[in-house]
């Protein structure tokens, strides 16, 4: 079946680093744009990153811009989310999501990954 499984959230000081993974299985990885989403206490769920299937394209929401880098492995099917400089307003559950939109469509979410930012 299919599974996206993320990894590598955890409590950092501000300025910290982190690199978060989202392995994925049960599906043609290579087909599907892929993307990191974060959700705040209290706030709806925000699209941070997406990188298309092949990884030649990438878009970045304005507020993690210079910070935050995206990047997939179509032979090992994990899809990373580098984050630096981080911010107390960056605390958030992570999530990974995989999205096909032509036949065989497809949408995909993982369970997330905790990231705290806290001195």
């Known amino acids: 079946q299919v599974q996206l499984v993320e990894s590598g959230g955890g409590l950092v000081q501000p300025g910290g680093s982190l690199r978060l993974s989202c392995a994925a299985s049960?599906?043609?990885?290579?087909?599907?744009?892929m993307s990191w989403y974060r959700q705040a206490p209290g706030k709806e769920r925000e699209l941070v990153a997406s990188?298309?299937?092949?990884?030649?394209?990438?878009n970045y929401a304005d507020t993690v811009k210079g910070r935050f880098t995206i990047s997939r492995d179509n032979v090992q099917n994990t899809v990373y989310l580098e984050i630096n400089n981080l911010k107390p307003e960056d605390t958030a559950v992570y999530y990974c999501?995989?999205?096909?939109?032509?036949?065989?469509?497809?949408?995909?979410w993982g369970q997330g990954t905790q990231v705290t930012v806290s001195s």
């Open positions: 049960g599906f043609t990885f290579s087909s599907y744009a």
């Open positions: 999501n995989a999205r096909r939109r032509s036949w065989p469509a497809g949408d995909y």
């Open positions: 990188i298309s299937s092949s990884g030649g394209s990438t």
